[in-house]
């Protein structure tokens, strides 16, 4: 009875196991905000991290103020991580269409100019679901690596190079908007070594800033044939709790529930994003 | 780089490390049932559950027919499990609110009852989030364990047992019904004695048939003050694809992605969930 998470979970097994340290180590940037979703969503993905060797989790938060509750999770999970503040400059903050998770990826990438200089970088948003075998696909890549990506929420229910005997065919894409590069934000993975990328920029302009053409790319997941990374998105919580202010829960475990489901969370006064 | 999936990821060493026999095992049974998203909600859970020692895990999916893709990734986890496809009755068929996930649940439990004599039952939902924490709290129930569930879709947005001083006050839960436990199916574990519950009856009934009081429940996590558990809602996927069918996808990946994201599923006649 009086065994320790520690003891009885396989945490400090994959802690030590994570250190493969012949494999290239994959830099995951997870651009994530405040809101009640977060600590479930990041509990999922990092449950994810724990099963693959030789990641690094750079989880950058779209907040100014640190989430403790979150900083105290990461270090529970054992992965190697930096938790950084990444808040979307305050010009944007009257703009109808709002750069969604560009601050915090280039903060991310600000960080891996200074601290890494081999690797893999891989953009992994918070409520998407990867199976373990995709990180496996991506660790070798030498220019950039590509794979499906299934559920995603433009009119074809998906995104992938299409790929006939080995060889590019083109996109599989809902929308052109005249890129170079028609592939989301999880469907592809780039060495990092030192490169001329442009900071601000989005897939295709990331992509074609590391002057590399779709001819270059390395098809993974067989080919492009298996689906292993998905765009679930999860439903906004729309409860409205009164209930739980009331005065006749003060001195029960209501009180601390409170704050970990709407810890520094005004649904009047949303985040950034 | 002729590495293979097994030798990079932790898999192996999860499933030799799965064999704790000293712990009781947790039964953990998933009522699930065939959508697009199924398969990614499943990868989700079993990730999870692969981080946690002696776990068997019931897979009963409401379809007539076995889905081939599932009993493969469940073979690829290396998870215990047992997968069964366990129908609604066609009774039910013309019903507006028709008794979802009761006859999986009713299978698992009737499968256990066959198979298994000691261990705790768990009924994990495959839309959830867990916390590899939750299965460490309920590993040792005796008569019947709770705990917090965040983001549960009543008004409340929380469904807990409210404690005081380690003392049962009563139930934090959007609706009443009658019922003496107020508790969400996710919010309790029992253990797999020979018990006399009465299959078809929800949580209530189910607790109620083994003769327990509120004042037997164990509390968990840490006397109901944390949250290891969440209804994380997935938004459906909406999307018409037409596209895809299209004839100059013929001989390329396209044909090979389809049948993995729409297999057996027609949203016309989606299953009787």
């Keep these: 009875m009086a065994?320790?998470?520690r003891e009885e979970l396989r945490r400090s097994v994959v802690v030590e196991d994570n250190n493969h340290s012949e494999l290239p180590t994959i830099?995951?940037?997870?651009?994530?905000?405040?809101?009640?979703?977060?600590?479930?969503?990041?509990?999922?993905?990092?449950?994810?991290l724990m099963n693959v060797p030789n990641i690094y989790w750079l989880v950058t938060d779209d907040t100014d103020t640190p989430n403790q509750d979150l900083i105290d999770y990461l270090t529970f999970t054992g992965i190697p991580h930096t938790y950084l503040n990444t808040p979307m400059?305050?010009?944007?903050?009257?703009?109808?269409?709002?750069?969604?998770?560009?601050?915090?990826?280039?903060?991310?990438?600000?960080?891996?100019?200074?601290?890494?200089s081999k690797g893999v970088i891989y953009f992994a948003d918070d409520d998407n679901t990867y199976d373990i075998r995709l990180f496996q696909e991506m660790r070798y890549?030498?220019?950039v690596s590509m794979w499906p990506v299934g559920l995603v929420s433009?009119?074809?229910?998906?995104?992938?190079?299409?790929?006939?005997?080995?060889?590019?065919?083109?996109?599989?894409?809902?929308?052109?908007g005249g890129r170079t590069f028609l592939v989301d934000m999880a469907g592809f993975a780039v060495p990092n070594a030192t490169m001329p990328y442009k900071p601000g920029h989005e897939e295709?302009?990331?992509?074609q800033s590391l002057h590399i053409s779709p001819y270059d790319i390395e098809f993974k997941a067989e080919q492009c044939t298996k689906m292993y990374v998905w765009h679930t998105q999860t439903k906004k919580s729309s409860h409205q709790p009164?209930?739980?202010?009331?005065?006749?829960?003060?001195?029960?475990?209501?009180?601390?529930?409170?704050e970990l489901l709407y810890y520094d969370f005004n649904p009047k006064n949303p985040p950034n994003l």
């Design 3 to 5: 065994r320790t998470v």
């Design 27 to 48: 830099y995951v940037i997870t651009p994530t905000y405040p809101r009640p979703e977060q600590i479930p969503e990041l509990t999922r993905l990092a449950q994810t």
């Design 89 to 116: 400059p305050p010009k944007y903050s009257g703009h109808k269409v709002k750069p969604k998770g560009v601050a915090n990826r280039n903060a991310g990438m600000e960080w891996l100019r200074q601290h890494a």
């Design 141 to 143: 890549t030498e220019k």
């Design 154 to 176: 433009n009119k074809e229910g998906l995104s992938t190079p299409v790929v006939s005997e080995g060889k590019f065919q083109g996109w599989f894409e809902g929308w052109n």
């Design 204 to 207: 295709d302009g990331f992509l």
């Design 242 to 258: 009164n209930n739980i202010f009331k005065k006749k829960y003060d001195n029960t475990n209501i009180r601390v529930l409170k």
